[in-house]
């Protein structure tokens, strides 16, 4: 594919800057870590595991294979006031960098359509430029079609004059 003059072929070229906003957390050690865990609390793989976590801690204090969380269950209360304590800043930070992500790339594609706007416009000056040109060649060519037409009649009849003569 051949590049056209004032045409730049790299059509993610207005998103280049937003590279950096790749990772949800950032490329740091501490943001992969929390970004993993924080899409970990939403796949039915936590769901499932929590659930079978919780039903089994109730079960075993209930039917009292142990003792160290006795009906009202208080320190598993006190785990889900932990879990929640981190989940939701983690949560709110996924969802605060996923903005910030998603406007770079709104600004981006409004960067880039505004872009293939002005290219769209400058191509339509150039049709309608070479149209005028086409317009003006019909018109040339008609003219000069014309004028053959009329000396081709001219010199039809200066033949047939100097035959009778």
């Known amino acids: 594919m051949s590049a056209q003059p004032g045409h730049d072929s790299d059509h993610l070229r207005f998103h280049r800057e937003h590279e950096h906003l790749t990772k949800t957390f950032g490329a740091d050690t501490f943001g992969l870590k929390a970004e993993a ?19 089994t801690w109730i079960g075993a204090n209930i039917w009292g294979l142990t003792q160290f969380d006795r009906y009202p269950f ?3 209360n006190l785990a889900f006031s932990l879990q ?4 939701a800043p983690l949560i ?22 505004e872009a293939l706007a002005q ?3 400058r191509h339509t000056t150039q049709m309608m430029e070479l149209l005028r040109q086409n317009t003006e060649l019909t ?3 008609k003219q000069l079609v014309e004028r ?4 081709t009649a001219e010199m039809h009849g200066h033949i047939l004059q100097e035959r009778k003569d």
């Not at 865990?37 to 039903?55: C, E, K, M, N, S």
């Open 37 to 55: 865990f924080a899409r970990f609390f939403g796949t039915p793989l936590f769901l499932g595991g929590q659930t079978l976590l919780v039903a």
């Open 74 to 76: 208080i320190l598993l």
């Open 84 to 87: 929640a304590a981190y989940a």
């Open 92 to 113: 709110l930070l996924a969802q605060t960098r996923q903005a910030e992500r998603d406007k770079a790339h709104n600004d981006a594609d409004a960067r880039h359509r």
């Open 119 to 121: 290219q769209a416009a």
């Open 139 to 141: 018109a040339t060519t």
């Open 148 to 151: 053959i037409d009329k000396l």
